[in-house]
């Protein structure tokens, strides 16, 4: 029977780290702005669908959206002593390197059944603009599979964090956008997903596109 809340171990964990850490980073050094919080289910299965243009937007999408988002990790890193444990609290599903699609997406499914939050970075890889160009229907497959409705999320300036070539993260502004949540597709014929697909990448390049 799948749960509608991650353990609660978890949950503690990620708001001791939210408000000591990511929260202070964002508001201070990044003069976070978050539009559209009230739009994020408080319980159930959700696939959190965004951009991506920096390392540092995971925690960023969890801390916005108030509750735990897992999000995949290499396979190789649940190797690691004390490390395992501590992004497995976290909400890290591991997938292998070269299972591909596949892989990524059993793992999602049991991320949801398990009551997570589960984040995709609706093109799979960071653009360099955080617009998204090229999207891929992984989300919309595991929403097709799972049931689960997806919340569209936008970041905005993330890509100027870190650019290519520096040492040091940058206090550059950052915007983060919520969108109004997507039911699930009715079947998973392609079709049915792509035209999810398109209309979760147009949602999150027009909240994008309103910038600061």
């Not at 299965?45 to 801390?63: G, M, Q, R, T, Y």
Request: hydrophobic content about 45%.
């Amino acid at each position: 029977m799948a749960r509608d809340r991650e353990p609660r171990v978890s949950l503690l964990l990620y708001h001791l780290f939210k408000w000591s850490v990511v929260s202070p980073v964002l508001h201070v050094c990044f003069r976070g702005r978050i539009y559209g919080a009230e739009n994020v289910p408080k319980t159930g299965a959700i696939v959190v669908v965004s951009n991506h243009a920096s390392d540092f937007d995971p925690p960023i999408v969890s801390n916005c959206v108030g509750r735990p988002v897992a999000f995949m990790a290499k396979e190789e890193l649940f190797a690691i002593p004390v490390l395992s444990q501590a992004i497995s609290l976290y909400g890290a599903y591991p997938v292998k390197r070269g299972s591909g699609d596949r892989g990524a997406i059993r793992a999602a499914i049991a991320s949801l059944e398990n009551g997570w939050a589960t984040g995709v970075f609706l093109q799979g890889t960071r653009t360099a603009d955080g617009r998204i160009s090229d999207p891929k229907l992984g989300a919309a497959l595991i929403a097709a599979k799972t049931n689960a409705p997806l919340l569209p999320v936008s970041l905005w300036g993330t890509q100027a964090i870190l650019p290519k070539g520096a040492k040091f993260p940058h206090c550059y502004p950052v915007t983060i956008r919520i969108g109004q949540v997507i039911p699930p597709p009715e079947n998973s014929d392609r079709a049915t997903l792509e035209a999810l697909t398109a209309k979760c990448a147009a949602e999150i390049n027009a909240l994008h596109d309103l910038g600061r």
